[in-house]
């Protein structure tokens, strides 16, 4: 059963160093707060998870903490260039960043496969690509069709963490709007972290609605805004402008620098 | 009553694009110039069309074009929302979406997409974003638009690296004209010019030596209800 807990405690007791770490969300719910609290804490050596890893990823490569990624967009959505993804990529600063690439549809079979504690999963794609070359894949044949088909490993990080709306009090959580593969994150990492916008007495069904039962979640912490500049549908809307402005920030390592030192460091935990 | 100025050539790509929207049922967009176009089509040429967005909106009705994949919009008017798992292989790949409009940083003359890197991969000059979902868009949808500019850059002789292949490419637009693939070599030759480009221009912000069709179509110049409509959408901001 999920324990509520604060956010600083929850990530204290779950992400260490050196662990894979998978922060989802697809655009939205993004789990901001979660991933400046990792920071805050001083976490390094992290491999990095996340289909689309955003200004969050961003962040957290461009103060260090990563030595791998494993991802399939890397881009500002709408905007442009991650700079600091680009900067460690190309340039090795602030370290050098070993990276897993592959397809949106690769990622979310390889989380699928993690969610359902198999060893990979089977789709079409990635032959006829220079990413097969590059990447963890490989060729199957079919046993029934003998079509050839392509193996993606299952993703099983050390800690998933992901946003919600809503958790009760006994941990159980729904969240609406974009799903995205955060149920498939949750159930596919070893140790799980909900942060929600509130917690409420009974969670009411939702059209669309995800539900994610407590007792597969470790820690569930409130974290209101918690996923600012992203959003959390019906309650927040997406900052479409910080998304812009980042571009700016970002392209300096300075101007980063002192960003992330107002904002984050020197930011009050939540 | 209002004068409307001449269409631009990223303004005439736009239409174009749009209007080879006309009669199709479904379009899976990514976001820029593609969502854009594929809006301008709902509001002028094919009123029924069903938007698919990468992040699992089905029937999405924005009245603004949407900076991300997953603004709050999207779901906000969308038919039914799914998980990206379901997105990939229930639709994607079982081919239930018609068609995709696609962008590229590079298009070599098979239609063959590059948007991962330029340069080496192990040492890139520049780190694109990567393949993101169009690889198995490409391959999954039936029909695939691809939308870039016209510039010996993106329209290369030999990618830096093979991010997207497709044998389902119908039709690459750009900002000069349009290329298909030739029905003889399947290699892409120019066959549409539009108003103001000449097929001199065209022939030379091309990568390769490109074929020209026999009968160059000429894009008909974009009506004051299509301009009027596009000016209105990107205003909206």
């Known amino acids: ?270 | 009553m209002t004068v409307i100025s001449p269409p631009t050539a990223a303004e005439i790509q736009t239409v174009v694009a749009a209007r080879a929207l006309t009669g199709k049922h479904s379009c899976f967009i990514g976001v820029g110039p593609p969502s854009t176009a594929a809006l301008l089509a709902r509001r002028v040429h094919n009123p029924g069309l069903v938007l698919v967005y990468e992040s699992g909106t089905f029937g999405a009705k924005p009245q603004r074009i949407p900076l991300s994949i997953g603004d709050g919009e999207l779901a906000e008017t969308a038919d039914f929302v799914v998980a990206v798992p379901e997105m990939f292989n229930y639709w994607i790949g079982a081919g239930r979406i018609q068609v995709a409009f696609l962008g590229a940083a590079q298009v070599d003359r098979h239609a063959n997409l590059n948007s991962t890197v330029i340069g080496d991969y192990e040492a890139p000059r520049t780190r694109l974003p990567g393949a993101g979902g169009a690889p198995e868009i490409a391959t999954g949808c039936p029909e695939v638009v691809v939308i870039v500019p016209h510039s010996p850059r993106t329209l290369v002789p030999r990618l830096d690296f093979l991010t997207t292949g497709s044998n389902h490419i119908t039709k690459v637009i750009t900002d000069l004209g349009v290329l298909e693939p030739a029905p003889t070599t399947g290699e892409l030759m120019l066959t549409q010019l539009h108003p103001d480009a000449t097929v001199q221009e065209a022939v030379e912000a091309t990568g390769w030596k490109v074929e020209v069709a026999d009968e160059l179509a000429a894009t008909q110049v974009p009506t004051d209800e299509e301009l009027a409509a596009l000016r209105e959408l990107v205003a909206r901001g």
């Open chain 1, 1 to 270: 059963m999920a324990e509520l807990t604060s956010l600083s405690a929850a990530v204290a007791e779950l992400v260490h160093d050196g662990d894979s770490v998978a922060l989802e969300g697809f655009t939205h719910l993004i789990p901001f707060a979660a991933g400046q609290e990792v920071l805050r804490q001083g976490r390094r050596d992290l491999e990095l998870i996340r289909m689309t890893p955003d200004v969050i990823y961003d962040q957290m490569v461009g103060v260090g903490a990563a030595r791998k990624l494993v991802f399939s967009y890397a881009g500002n959505p709408g905007v442009g260039s991650l700079h600091r993804l680009r900067d460690a990529i190309e340039n090795g600063w602030p370290v050098a960043l070993e990276i897993e690439e592959h397809s949106h549809a690769g990622m979310a079979n390889r989380y699928a496969a993690g969610a359902a504690k198999l060893p990979c999963a089977l789709m079409r794609g990635y032959i006829g690509t220079d990413l097969e070359r590059h990447t963890r894949v490989e060729r199957v044949c079919c046993p029934f069709t003998g079509e050839e088909l392509v193996a993606v490993p299952a993703l099983n990080p050390d800690v998933a963490i992901i946003h919600a709306q809503e958790a009760d009090r006994e941990g159980n959580v729904q969240l609406w709007g974009i799903p995205g593969v955060q149920k498939e994150a949750v159930l596919a990492g070893r140790r799980s972290l909900v942060t929600v916008e509130r917690v409420v007495d009974q969670l009411l069904p939702r059209p669309g609605g995800v539900f994610i039962p407590g007792w597969v979640i470790d820690y569930v912490a409130a974290a209101p805004g918690g996923s600012y500049p992203s959003y959390s549908h019906s309650i927040s809307d997406r900052d479409n402008d910080f998304y812009r402005d980042w571009d700016r920030i970002s392209r300096d390592r300075d101007r980063f620098t002192d960003w992330m030192r107002t904002h984050v460091f020197d930011g009050a935990p939540a």
